[in-house]
């Protein structure tokens, strides 16, 4: 199983910007896919960008496309989020995930991080 741990949220005003850094270990991460997803109060969970880890191929959803932007450094074994732009809207906890190529559902999780954008 992979272990995942966030760091990198916080406060900051609309317009700012933050970067979330993600740690992995405990598995070779060559067929992972990795991901950032995100929960509000009240919502449901939401993916925000995923990433291959052997190719780098990235995808986002359509809240994320312009402004976030995913990276992986495979000789730290982390991955990246940067958001640019930031919006009241994307207040949430933003968790860290990894699933194997292939499998429809992210399987292992980080402890989720706080990110609060005020307005």
């Known amino acids: 199983q992979v272990q995942l741990v966030e760091s990198g949220g916080g406060l900051v005003q609309a317009g700012g910007s933050l970067r979330l850094s993600c740690v992995a270990s405990?598995?070779?991460?060559?067929?992972?896919?990795l991901g950032w997803l995100r929960q509000a109060p009240g919502k449901e969970r939401e993916r925000v960008a995923a990433?291959?880890?052997?190719?780098?191929?990235?995808h986002y959803a359509d809240s994320a496309k312009g402004r976030f932007t995913i990276s992986r450094d495979s000789t730290k074994n982390t991955m990246y989020l940067y958001m640019n732009n930031l919006k009241p809207e994307d207040t949430a906890v933003y968790y860290c995930?990894?699933?194997?190529?292939?499998?429809?559902?992210?399987?292992?999780w980080g402890q989720g991080i706080q990110v609060t954008v005020s307005s």
């Open positions: 990433i291959t880890w052997s190719e780098g191929i990235t």
């Open positions: 995930a990894s699933k194997p190529r292939g499998e429809a559902d992210f399987s292992s």
């Open positions: 405990g598995r070779t991460l060559t067929m992972y896919v």
